[in-house]
């Protein structure tokens, strides 16, 4: 198991993470990237926390999910023969033509045996654990308030007892509901167990919507709630993880903030959730997109957006929180958003392809979704002869990184292949010579046949994980020669104890020092389609052994010790797990 043991809770407008003991212990409200009221995370207990504990230590926990659901169940087992259960969820479920999906999380806590005494420590605090907030106790609960910023929890426990920290019995079922903006417009009790009972049978209906393969069904279902989790439905934009900052690696540095939209996660996220069976997702992001564009049709796309369309992502450290472990600097913001990183173009094509050959979704302007695909193979024709900062976010210097040619070649592969299904010839015409003149050049300058394999860089000699796409995008098949020597080689240079590196080459802060949990998938996929089954399950097997107690991953995995690092939980890593499930499992049909 990795250090990185949270629960993961949401409804698609905020989350929050919660430890094994039952304690919130991030939390950002209104929305993903608002300022945290619980950073105890990145800090200590003073940044933030709200813990429902036993008045003795002496007790054990059990922590999972409800099946199929985002609801997160913490059993406390006194060693006195006492036990108490604690629900948490943030509510989500339909409410007339729309989903009910307030910043709100709520908690209940269920004797089971005995009469336990427990105290609850409710401690929020703003932005990011700077500022204490003003208290009061009124009529529609306790108020928490520092300028415009109001947090309200409602709870038919004692007030006295939440603000002195006072224990006391619980002699029964007790609720709890913290509110953001307003309070909480419920009777506390029935609302309580009304949105409880909603939400968890929305989460099951979901699930019940999804496509599954045969084989690996509950690694597949909880990565698949998981990235549900990571959209921001007011927009549809996607983010790369619920965290800032967690480190990469015990030697610091390398601390950003994941709770924006990148543009080339949100494309392998919404690609899954179309295997999975789910299509809402795509039209709201490919609308995120459209927004984005039309706002400065002239303009080279960014990696990263904010989760609003924001283009400005100002970087700063927050020198007041000592960072996960005492491992720092505290970043919010990420200065990626100035970056030229031109493989988007690729994946936003390869993103909106399946609008013109999926019947299924025809509320789509075929029209306008086809100028935006001439808009992106457009610029991703005029970036193919630039250097830019590469899918790894280099920020020492520019080069001409061969994985963002690639995808350069796929926005124009496609863009024919669109082109060609609407008939629109003046353009599938141009564009072949265009995707010829690509394809030559990744393959006579990114292939080095002395060292055997696809670099890094054009002309280059180190190796590169993402390269591992070139079969995943139809660059190259699985049989093809120079796939089966990169691959064999990556096997050699990049692996460490089963697990792949992104890259061993020194960095801007110097030579990683853990492996990149997709590029592992990245792998997997590759043996895979090479025909080589039996290997590729056998490490999936090993990466799915050390996903924490209730099955999430985040960014990094150390191959030595296998605790989980960076950001957590990572929708990339998620979109592997499933990725690589239909991969390796066998058919339904087979099965039987």
Not at 29 to 53: H, M, T, Y
Not at 386 to 403: A, L, M, N, T
């Amino acid at each position: 198991m990795g250090q990185l043991d949270y629960a993961l809770i949401g409804n698609c407008q905020s989350s929050a993470l919660i430890d094994k003991q039952g304690c919130i212990v991030w939390a950002c409200l209104p929305r993903f990237d608002s300022e945290a009221v619980f950073a105890s995370l990145l800090g200590d207990e003073k940044a933030g926390i709200w813990s429902i504990l036993p008045e003795n230590g002496d007790y054990e926990t059990k922590q999972r999910y409800l099946q199929n659901t985002n609801v997160v169940r913490t059993e406390f087992h006194l060693k006195n023969g006492d036990r108490f259960d604690l629900i948490d969820f943030m509510p989500r479920f339909q409410e007339r033509d729309e989903y009910y999906r307030s910043p709100q999380i709520i908690r209940i806590i269920r004797p089971v045996k005995g009469n336990p005494r427990i105290k609850v420590r409710f401690q929020p605090r703003f932005n990011y654990g700077n500022v204490t907030p003003d208290v009061a106790s009124t009529s529609e609960g306790i108020v928490y308030r520092n300028d415009s910023t109001r947090i309200y929890l409602k709870t038919d426990v004692p007030s006295t007892y939440i603000l002195e920290n006072q224990t006391f019995e619980l002699s029964g079922d007790r609720y709890f509901v913290l509110s953001h903006g307003e309070p909480f417009g419920h009777a506390l009790r029935f609302g309580c167990e009304e949105f409880f009972e909603r939400t968890t049978a929305y989460w099951r209906t979901w699930v019940k919507h999804c496509s599954i393969p045969f084989e690996y069904q509950d690694a597949v279902i909880r990565s698949a709630l998981a990235l549900k989790l990571h959209i921001f439905e007011d927009t549809g934009a996607i983010i790369a993880a619920t965290t800032t900052s967690i480190p990469e690696s015990p030697d610091g540095g390398r601390t950003w903030d994941y709770r924006y939209c990148w543009l080339r996660d949100a494309y392998f996220v919404i690609n899954v959730l179309n295997r999975l069976g789910h299509f809402e997702e795509m039209e709201r992001f490919i609308q995120y997109l459209h927004n984005i564009a039309v706002t400065e049709p002239g303009a080279e796309l960014q990696p990263v957006y904010g989760i609003g369309g924001e283009r400005e992502l100002h970087e700063r450290e927050l020198p007041w929180l000592k960072g996960f472990k005492g491992i720092g600097p505290v970043r919010v913001g990420n200065a990626a958003y100035a970056h030229a990183q031109y493989d988007v173009y690729g994946e936003m094509v390869l993103a909106v392809t399946p609008l013109f050959f999926d019947t299924r979704l025809d509320r789509i302007d075929h029209q306008r979704a086809f100028e935006n695909v001439r808009r992106l193979v457009d610029q991703a024709t005029a970036a193919f002869d630039k250097p830019d900062s590469g899918i790894w976010e280099f920020r020492s210097e520019q080069k001409h990184y061969v994985f963002s040619k690639l995808m350069c070649w796929a926005a124009v592969d496609r863009g024919i292949k669109i082109a060609t299904k609407l008939g629109v010839q003046n353009e599938y015409g141009r564009w072949a010579e265009i995707r010829d003149r690509m394809r030559d050049h990744i393959e006579n300058q990114g292939w080095n046949e002395e060292l055997g394999f696809y670099t890094q860089a054009i002309k280059g000699v180190n190796p590169d994980a993402s390269n591992l796409l070139m079969s995943a995008v139809n660059f190259h098949s699985g049989k093809d020669e120079k796939f089966r020597r990169t691959v064999e080689r990556y096997e050699k240079l990049l692996m460490n104890d089963g697990y792949l590196f992104r890259y061993k080459n020194k960095d801007d802060f110097g030579v990683p020092k853990h492996a990149f949990t997709i590029c592992t998938f990245w792998l997997i996929d590759a043996l895979a389609s090479m025909g080589r089954n039996q290997e590729a399950k056998d490490v999936f097997a090993r990466v799915l052994s050390r996903s924490n107690h209730v099955g999430l991953l985040s960014e990094d995995v150390d191959p030595i010790g296998g605790e989980l690092w960076g950001n957590f939980p990572q929708a990339y890593s998620h979109v592997g797990v499933i990725n690589s499930a239909f991969l390796l499992s066998k058919s339904w049909d087979e099965a039987f």
